[in-house]
């Protein structure tokens, strides 16, 4: 059984900064592709960032810049760094997982096996 546990998530003044940690377990860790989903309320699920087996990397237009997905293999955990953050950046953030993955990883939900039952980030302007 895959088990995805997010945390890090805040309420913080717009321009600010966070660090959200997703803790994997119940596999092996450098066999799963991952990535980073925001939905905010209304909203459809959106592809945030996303990091294959090797670290490559890709990212969402609206985070390009500001945001960056990282993987520490020694201790099974994704992080993504969230910098110069704006209203609009406010959801709930969920950490998935999956076996298979192009290049860079993949920010189409409906590929992801595992999910985390997601972290709440909130920016006030």
């Known amino acids: 059984q895959v088990l995805l546990v997010e945390s890090g998530g805040a309420t913080v003044q717009a321009g600010g900064s966070l660090r959200l940690s997703c803790a994997v377990s119940?596999?092996?860790?450098?066999?799963?592709?991952m990535a980073w989903f925001r939905q905010a309320p209304g909203e459809e699920r959106e592809g945030v960032a996303a990091?294959?087996?090797?670290?490559?990397?890709s990212y969402g237009d609206s985070v390009k810049g500001r945001f960056t997905i990282s993987r520490n293999n020694a201790v099974d955990t994704l992080d993504l760094w969230l910098n110069v953050l704006k209203p609009e950046d406010t959801g709930m953030y969920y950490c998935?997982?999956?076996?298979?993955?192009?290049?860079?990883?993949?920010?189409?939900?409906?590929?992801?096996?595992?999910w985390g039952q997601g972290t709440q980030v909130t920016v006030s302007s």
């Open positions: 119940g596999t092996t860790f450098t066999n799963l592709c």
């Open positions: 998935a997982a999956r076996w298979v993955c192009p290049v860079g990883g993949s920010q189409d939900a409906n590929g992801y096996n595992f």
């Open positions: 990091i294959d087996h090797s670290g490559t990397t």
